[in-house]
């Protein structure tokens, strides 16, 4: 299986949408601050879009970072461990990445929109249904549990070669 094929469409849709709801973040605080200053008359319109932007911005990029592999924990320790030790990492970390994102994520969070959905709550100042906000949440979660399965399978077929190559080099100096 070719994980790029996979991987890169969602990193271009994940950056895209993020740096588009950055915009949109950066455009509405740059409004506030003009309407609040300037104008004297402070939207709280643009105050709640850059909160729910925020938020939005947060989730996404922490599931492009697991994509990218950036993660503190995974640099900081796997950056020093080779082989062995180093696929045994990775997976450990992706495997529990998979299960948090999968559990808490997608699953908590899929209960927590419908539970908000179903209590029919919306923002304060654009009558916004909150579970279109609290959406993010399992999406970015199904977005970490699939790169992490991504990263895995890489990993292991890295191994797989690696593992190969080593048992005929092996081979060939017994033959020797």
């Known amino acids: 299986m070719n994980t790029n094929s996979i991987k890169k469409p969602l990193d271009k849709a994940i950056s895209t949408v993020t740096i588009l709801v950055m915009i949109i973040l950066v455009l509405c605080v740059v409004w506030q601050v003009f309407s609040?200053?300037?104008l004297n008359q402070p939207s709280t319109m643009t105050d709640e879009i850059a909160r729910f932007s925020m938020i939005w911005v947060g989730l996404l990029g922490a599931a492009?970072?697991?994509g990218a592999q950036?993660?503190?924990c995974i640099d900081l320790f796997t950056g020093h461990f080779t082989g062995g030790k180093r696929f045994f990492n990775q997976f450990t970390i992706n495997i529990l990445i998979f299960f948090f994102a999968s559990s808490v994520m997608?699953?908590?969070g899929t209960r927590l929109v419908t539970k908000v959905f179903s209590t029919g709550q919306v923002s304060p100042a654009?009558?916004?249904p909150m579970g279109y906000v609290y959406s993010v949440l399992p999406l970015a979660g199904a977005i970490m549990a699939v790169?992490?399965?991504l990263v895995i399978a890489d990993e292991a077929k890295v191994w797989?070669?690696?593992s190969a190559s080593s048992?005929?080099?092996s081979n060939n100096e017994e033959n020797a």
């Open 106 to 108: 997608v699953v908590g």
């Open 160 to 162: 797989k070669q690696k």
């Open 167 to 169: 048992h005929t080099v």
């Open 126 to 128: 654009m009558q916004l």
């Open 70 to 72: 950036r993660h503190l």
């Open 36 to 38: 609040r200053y300037v």
């Open 64 to 66: 492009y970072t697991v």
């Open 147 to 149: 790169y992490s399965l």
